[in-house]
């Protein structure tokens, strides 16, 4: 297999467009700054233009079937040498994440080593049957199926996970046969540099992975219009999304959407409330509510709301905010000004709802891009702060009178992502899997957390419908081809 030499040695500085196998610069740089520090920059990088991304998906298209020939055991050993090469970058490729987003430095590791874990899980997956065999009415004819690859596959993702979601999207990607074009979120283009060198140094070859860092806004038409796309697949805002989807309806594109969510945990009066506590606030604050998965609505069953409150507000008033490079913080800032600025409207609409702080502080945000965790209540149902996703550390509890009244609240929303409950009633628990209306159930645990091998995704708005990860990944990135063969 063709390998490249060491972009990590030969690409010189500002040059973060990865096209053709080859490290480039274009006409105009952007930079960005810690959001832990503003006044610090953490890199400049390349603003991809059209003609960029005319080029990428040019270099993936001529790539693209001597990839898809490649034995699979060949590109699975490539993903093995990538997820070891991403651990031995694990420190850099962490002190990168938080200094591109201001993760935790103990979360953004964790997020590198399951990084690695989604490498070789797919690495794996690629060592498992490709099709099936069926029994067919003429005993002369053999009858099968076979998984092909796309072709050309544009991968655009989001910032708040700027190793585990690209890889959880580029590793199956590419390691069913496809080439991609990916474009990541500019808040992550530092980790998306650090990333695309891994995969070129493990000996990806040329035009099988092409990185354009640069503004979504002003790529995004030339992203979807190009006719060598044959997937599409995003995460963000649904908004976003909606749009990726209607600029590609005119075509036989597949596409999968991850779109966010609103989601609900349940506290019974039965539940190990202490435990409980725990685990909502985890849910809720934890990568500083920026996750696709955070809780954001909790109900309590009336009976144990006063002591469920308290124990709450005590966890939520222990998280350590700060610094995110200090190995104490368990909350860092918000990514950018830009999400900064819009988490404060949710707490200035806060104030003006006379919604009350029961954790936290609903005051103005102190200078820089920290937000204080914080809990609130006397919301209305109908609010702004219950029904749209915040991504910030923002969680709304309400009180309700029994199981009946917390699931119709918490079905009671556009989004279908992630939902919990807490009890030690299987009966109820096992009520609440059969109705709640999400993809992903948790029973006495955060709402948060995924692993590589189970499939992810939501209903309603959160979602295409479609699937990521595991089993799911090879059914989105391949085709499958069915085959009758009679013997004369």
């Known amino acids: 297999m063709p390998t490249l030499e060491s972009p990590a040695t030969h690409r010189p500085q500002g040059d973060t467009l990865f096209v053709a196998g080859g490290w480039r610069a274009a006409a105009r740089s952007y930079e960005r700054v810690d959001p832990s520090r503003p006044e610090r920059a953490t890199g400049t990088f390349a603003a991809a233009t059209v003609a960029d991304v005319d080029a990428a998906y040019a270099a993936a298209a001529a790539a693209a079937p001597a990839w898809a020939a490649t034995p699979a055991p060949a590109r699975a050993e490539l993903l093995r040498r990538a997820a070891e ?118 000996g990806l070859p040329a035009g099988v992975l092409n990185l354009l860092t640069g503004h979504g806004s002003e790529l995004s038409a030339a992203l979807t219009g190009d006719r060598r796309l044959a997937a599409l697949t995003f995460t963000g805002s649904g908004a976003v999304g909606t749009r990726l989807r209607q600029a590609v309806a005119d075509r036989n594109v597949k596409v999968q959407l991850e779109l966010g969510g609103k989601n609900p945990a349940i506290v019974l009066a039965d539940a190990d409330l202490a435990d409980a506590a725990v685990q909502v606030t985890r849910g809720a604050m934890l990568a500083t509510g920026q996750r696709c998965t955070a809780t954001s609505r909790v109900y309590v069953e009336r009976a144990a709301a006063d002591e469920f409150t308290r124990l709450l507000a005590d966890q939520v008033e222990r998280l350590v905010v700060g610094d995110p490079f200090d190995e ?96 030690r009633d299987l009966g109820k628990a096992m009520r609440f899997v059969g109705e709640t209306q999400s993809g992903l159930v948790y029973v006495n645990r955060e709402t948060a957390g995924v692993e590589p091998h189970l499939p992810f995704g939501g209903v309603k708005g959160s979602s295409s419908l479609s699937r990521e990860q595991g089993k799911a990944a090879r059914q989105f990135f391949t085709t499958t081809k069915t085959v009758y063969m009679r013997s004369v």
């Open 85 to 202: 090469g991403l651990g031995a970058r694990s420190e850099e490729a962490a002190r990168r994440l938080t200094a591109d987003m201001g993760k935790a430095i103990g979360d953004a590791r964790a997020e590198v080593r399951r990084g690695a874990a989604i490498l070789r899980y797919f690495a794996g997956e690629l060592e498992q049957p490709i099709g099936e065999t069926y029994a067919g009415a003429d005993p002369a004819t053999a009858l099968s199926t076979i998984e092909q690859p796309l072709g050309v596959a544009c991968v655009i993702t989001p910032w708040n996970f700027p190793v585990a979601i690209p890889l959880w999207k580029i590793a199956p990607a590419i390691g069913f046969g496809n080439a991609v074009v990916w474009k990541p979120a500019e808040a992550a283009s530092g980790s998306a540099v650090l990333l695309t060198e891994v995969l070129a140094e493990a």
């Open 328 to 423: 104490e913080t368990e909350v860092g800032p918000l990514a950018s000004a830009e999400q900064a600025a819009t988490v404060a409207e949710y707490f200035a609409l806060a104030r003006a709802e006379g919604a009350r702080a029961i954790a936290g502080d609903l005051a103005p945000a102190a200078e820089g891009c920290f937000a204080v965790p914080t809990v609130v209540a006397d919301v209305a149902a109908d609010s702004r702060l219950a029904r749209e996703e915040i991504f910030g550390p923002l969680l709304v509890l309400f009180v309700v009178d029994d199981l009946d009244a917390a699931l119709r609240a918490a079905n009671d929303t556009d989004f279908g992502l992630s939902s919990g409950i807490f009890t």
